[in-house]
């Protein structure tokens, strides 16, 4: 099992930052995928960013230029910087974590609020 927590979340206004942390504990494997992924009220559960265990990223347009994902494996610990925020980027946020052969484990964490006013 691994369990995963995030934080970083708040509140903050049009234009300013946050990073979120999110940290990774139990039986995580050397070869996995982790992510960010987004919920707003009314919507459906939307990717943010993702990182494999060597570093390769993937944003959608939304946020690319905007987001950067990075993660440290010593400490088991994703992070996501967010600048340039909108409104819109207003959800709560979810860490993931997808490991096995075919990614079959599949973990989320409890999630962040991110709340940015105009």
């Known amino acids: 099992q691994v369990q995963l927590e995030e934080s970083g979340g708040g509140l903050v206004q049009a234009g300013g930052s946050l990073r979120l942390s999110c940290a990774a504990s139990?039986?995580?494997?050397?070869?996995?995928?982790m992510g960010w992924y987004r919920q707003a009220p009314g919507k459906q559960r939307e990717l943010v960013a993702t990182?494999?265990?060597?570093?390769?990223?993937n944003y959608p347009d939304s946020v690319k230029g905007r987001f950067t994902i990075s993660r440290d494996n010593a400490k088991n610990t994703m992070y996501l910087q967010m600048n340039s925020l909108k409104p819109e980027d207003t959800a709560v946020y979810y860490c993931?974590?997808?490991?096995?052969?075919?990614?079959?484990?599949?973990?989320w964490g409890q999630g962040t609020q991110v709340t940015v006013s105009s």
């Open positions: 139990g039986s995580i494997f050397s070869f996995n995928r």
């Open positions: 990182i494999s265990s060597v570093g390769t990223t």
């Open positions: 993931r974590l997808r490991q096995g052969a075919t990614y079959e484990y599949d973990f």
